[in-house]
């Protein structure tokens, strides 16, 4: 078995690949920022829709929580990426993939931010209005302050979600890290000619879980981290 392990035409694939999984891994970087970016906004905008004190901005943000959290990403990004072409919008399967990745996401971080806002003492409020801040003005100077401070260890939570999400985007042919993996794979059978063994599954999967590992466990312990220092953090889902 050791000596399967250590032949040296496998290990050599997978050097010599190294870098196409690499750049297929800064893809997968690329994508999980751009999804947060969208996610941060929706979820902000959502999160404040929630804690209105009108019904229907809350109802809106209900049905918009509701939907994306209780249907299945995978399904979201099928519809987006076959389903508008009949429509006539043609979007490239990346923008799909961050299109749904950060639709979906903020649905959950809306939740947080609503949490977040909720925990705020309401005499805050009444304090702001009092000195003549208007809404708006109370909500960017006072409340999401202390909001987003309770709440950042869940927001990582979602950062770490979001990185892994994005393996889904293979699916529709985005060329990140799991679907760039696979495809080295089909290069092996179909282009080498040579049977597909467990050592390569184990090698080149192996790769792919050590880099979503290295940068997860970093924003793990950072979440870990944290927690430990503010013990009042908002946790959703």
Known sequence: MIEQILTPWRWQNLFTEWP?????????LEAAVLALILALILGVIFGLMSSSHHRLPRA???????????TPLMIQLFFVFFALPYAGI????????????????GAY???????????????????AYSQGFTMVGTLWHIILPQCFKHI??????????????????????????????????????????????AMDVFLLFGFAMLLYFAVNFTLSCIVRYLQKRDSSGVAVR
């Open 20 to 28: 196409l999984l690499l750049r297929a891994f800064l893809t997968t």
């Open 60 to 70: 809106i943000a209900r049905v918009y929580v509701e939907f994306f959290q209780n």
């Open 90 to 105: 043609n979007l490239p399967s990346f923008t799909c993939g961050v299109l749904c990745g950060g639709v979906y996401t």
């Open 109 to 127: 971080i809306s939740e947080v931010v609503r949490a977040g806002i909720g925990s705020i003492p309401r005499g805050q409020f009444e304090a």
């Open 152 to 197: 950042v260890p869940t927001m990582l939570s979602q950062i770490i979600t979001v990185v892994k999400d994005t393996s889904f985007m293979a699916q529709v042919a985005v060329a990140e890290l799991l679907f760039r993996t696979k495809n080295l794979m089909s290069i092996f059978y179909n282009v080498v000619g040579r049977q597909i063994t």
